[in-house]
């Protein structure tokens, strides 16, 4: 499906007529879906809450974001670059509202919970509507309680990154240097790899450094997008990579950097053995 929707952002340039022609085409895949489970019936409730989990909802979020996507583009007016600036941040202001009402399983989303599945992600279940509120009628035959808000939030997430790469691209030409006092102005440019510096974002993110906490993903990555100058637009996808290594850890960048620390403190200390003993000899009185 995803090769068609590429041949059709080519095609299609005109935000309807691309909006008009991606509909159709995952119209299309989700009644072969459809048909798919039905001629298969699922084997118990697990391979049930999995498909609709971690399956339907990959189908699904294209029908959400090409919507959202075209309500953006549509909505931008010819404005100069503080005006365009605006309009994105209330867009991504927007966008990130949708996480925010709905906290609990936003989190289960993001941390890969498993212990509601039955709940969530089986037909037929009913789930008290403060826990999954403004859900919209679907076909009960193809749909549970969580897989909809499940594709919700990926679309959002994309959509985020949609955001973030047209902002970054505002006013681009008139990009302002790092200096240090005493210094001419001196570009810095992050050229490592670009999954290292999704990573260092997600590392950032999840771990509350910036605004106590209260600084969304897709700000975050825009900040260090701009400050680096890297693209980061695509950092949901990419995320999804790190997620999926085998061979490596999942947290390679960060690993290395960690042990980079411990090896310059570690050198740095062999240089200073008695400023060490004295240090371990204050210690050790201490916890007499």
Request: overall charge neutral; charged content about 25%.
């Amino acid at each position: 499906m995803e090769d068609e929707l590429t041949t059709i952002v080519t095609v299609h340039p005109e935000p309807l007529d691309r909006m008009k022609a991606a509909l159709v085409c995952i119209r299309k895949f989700l009644q072969r879906q459809l048909q798919f489970i039905t001629d298969h019936p699922f084997k118990d409730r697990q391979e049930e809450a999995s498909y609709f989990k971690n399956i339907k909802p990959q189908f699904y979020y294209h029908y959400i974001f090409e919507v959202a996507l075209y309500n953006l583009v549509t909505g931008l007016s010819c404005g100069d670059d503080e005006s365009k600036r605006a309009y994105y941040h209330d867009e991504l202001r927007f966008a990130q509202r949708t996480f925010k009402e709905h906290p609990f399983l936003y989190q289960y989303y993001r941390l890969g919970g498993n212990e509601l599945d039955d709940l969530y992600f089986v037909r037929g279940v009913a789930v008290q509507s403060v826990l999954i509120p403004e859900v919209p009628e679907l076909d009960s035959a193809f749909s549970t309680s969580g897989d909809y808000l499940f594709a919700k939030f990926k679309a959002y997430e994309m959509l985020q990154e949609y955001i973030a790469h047209e902002l970054s691209n505002v006013g681009k030409a008139n990009r302002v240097t790092f200096a240090r006092p005493g210094k001419g102005a001196e570009p810095l440019k992050w050229t490592g790899d670009q999954v290292n510096a999704i990573e260092l974002g997600y590392g950032i993110w999840l771990s509350g450094q910036l605004n106590k906490g209260d600084a969304s993903l897709a700000d975050i990555m825009y900040w260090l997008g701009q400050s680096l100058d890297i693209d980061l637009a695509r950092h949901t996808r990419r995320f999804d990579e790190i997620k999926a290594r085998k061979l490596v850890s999942q947290t390679r960048f960060t690993d290395n950097m960690r042990d980079a620390i411990r090896q310059h403190i570690d050198n740095a200390n062999a240089f200073r053995p008695n400023v060490l003993r004295r240090a371990n000899r204050t210690g050790s009185k201490s916890d007499e």
